[in-house]
């Protein structure tokens, strides 16, 4: 599965091997529909190759099976950031996700909030 993934991403890669790569993922999660980090690797495959919607919608697949597991929402933000760059490339402006970094104070134990749009 991993091996799939950095074919998908690799450069001078052909189509073909591109796209072999993508099936190889997608079996993958037929196989095992509950495998958080396949989806994820799914997304960021797709990510890779310009496909955005196909990568946010597995990302957001990969918290739906998991909504405490790191993965899918590591999945998720790297997705939408790089679509987000895509889109900014020509000519799209606006937001498309807002960031919330909670990070707490090691002596107080308070939380403090940081929203990146």
């Known amino acids: 599965m991993e091996s799939a993934f950095v074919e998908s991403c690799r450069r001078g890669v052909t189509d073909a091997s591109r796209q072999h790569a993508l ?3 997608e079996r993958a999660t037929s196989i095992d529909p509950i495998n958080v980090w396949a989806f994820a690797l799914r997304a960021w495959s797709h990510s890779a190759v310009a496909d ?3 990568a946010v919608r597995l990302a957001r ?5 998991d ?3 790191f993965t899918g929402r590591w999945a998720l933000v790297w997705t ?4 987000g760059r895509r889109r900014g490339s020509v000519g799209h402006h ?3 996700a807002t960031i919330r970094w909670i990070s707490f104070d090691k002596h ?3 939380p403090t909030v940081a929203d990146f749009a």
């Open 80 to 83: 939408l950031a790089a679509a």
């Open 52 to 54: 955005d919607e196909e």
């Open 67 to 69: 909504s405490a597991a």
């Open 108 to 110: 107080s134990h308070e």
């Open 61 to 65: 697949h990969a918290i739906d099976l």
């Open 94 to 96: 606006g937001t498309i």
């Open 23 to 25: 099936e190889d993922l």
